[in-house]
């Protein structure tokens, strides 16, 4: 009997070892580059589904404005109905920069740029995520 235990107390701690690192794979980490071209708004051309709590950098670059103005950018969640803005920062649309907005919960996600002059603006965007 006492064997049997020690095999079973053996069994799932060979268990654990083998699942906690698999389970840690879940979380990601990567970054993606493209550009924007708006008058009013855009959403990000991809949503992520997060398994964790996600914290997204934006930084951008290249940047061109008829009036400058802020750029509001936009930490968004899907809920029942629509999306739910869960964290913004602003960043200057004539020279750029960066900024890091964080979630609240595992969940989908997108991203929004506002801008509220109605002129053109536009340049290039990298997009960082980890959770």
Known sequence: MYRFKRLINCLLLCAFVIILPSISVLAES???????????????????????TPTFTVD?????????DNIY?????????????????????????SCSL?????GEYRLYLR????????????ISWTW
Not at 30 to 52: A, C, E, I, L, P
Not at 60 to 68: A, E
Not at 81 to 89: L, V
Not at 115 to 126: E, V
């Open 102 to 106: 964080t979630g609240d919960t595992s």
């Open 30 to 52: 990567d970054s993606y580059d493209s550009t924007y071209y708006m008058t009013k708004g855009v959403y990000s051309s991809r949503t992520w589904d997060t398994t964790n």
């Open 60 to 68: 951008l670059y290249n940047c061109y404005s008829v009036v400058p």
């Open 73 to 97: 950018v936009m930490l968004q969640r899907r809920v029942i109905i629509g999306w739910d803005t869960k964290d913004s920062d602003t960043i200057d649309s004539a020279l750029g920069g």
């Open 115 to 126: 801008q509220i002059t109605g002129y053109l603006m536009s340049g290039d965007i990298t």
